[in-house]
């Protein structure tokens, strides 16, 4: 019985423990240098396609975008400008180094006219198709 009851004390206290140390590890293991992925919404319109990429923080001279055959392939970096001060953090949660986000379309969007903006932290892509004569 009392083994029980020891188990029964000691299984919330190791959750307790494991979610302090997963919180401690996260916050102190530190996001810049490592690849991301941003997410993206694709959508197919009667023209052509709309991309999103959502890339909050992002410098539009800091993305690259490019076409081949089916793929559109955008990469570049996110920089943290406002923290070069020299001071420490308590939390870094956000990932400021390079991203890539490569998009396979079902047929090719080479020769697509392509425009794109941004929008609140969305990188807004529209890939219309080229009109016949």
Known sequence: MLALLQLAFSLPMAKSTNRFFQFVGSSKNVHSGQLWYPAADVYKTPDGWVVKVELAGVSAEDINIDVQGNVLYIAGSRRDKSCGFGGSYQQMEITYSSFEK???????????KLEHMFENGLLIIR???AEKD
Not at 102 to 112: H, K, Q, W, Y
């Open 127 to 129: 890939l219309k198709r």
């Open 102 to 112: 490569t998009l396979r379309f079902p047929t090719s969007i080479e020769g697509v």
